[in-house]
């Protein structure tokens, strides 16, 4: 049980981004998924926007971005970049 919950842990990154962010991003999300689901045609752009609200609501609903992880990045502040991946603010 120990070692599964090590492994759990180990593959967590820290909460980086803060609440403000977090709104940001899902209100993209939103708009990006309304642009495509009103747009007349589907292609190549529809896809990659798809793609970039996926990442963006997966992002918001988490507080954690790889890509600010990977640049030492972080936009969260106070406890919850103190406390670790298990903060909930």
Not at 70 to 81: Q, T
Request: net charge positive; aromatic share 14%.
């Amino acid at each position: 049980m120990h070692i599964q919950q090590r492994i759990y842990t180990s593959a967590m990154i820290d909460r980086n981004i803060g609440t403000a962010e977090r709104f940001v991003r899902f209100a993209l999300a939103v708009l990006l998924i309304g642009w495509v689901f009103f747009s007349n045609s589907f292609g190549v752009a529809q896809v990659l926007a798809l793609i970039a609200a996926f990442a963006l609501l997966w992002n918001s609903i988490f507080g954690r971005c790889y890509l600010w992880k990977w640049l030492g990045l972080s936009s969260c502040e106070g406890r919850c970049a103190t406390e670790g991946p298990d903060c909930r603010s």
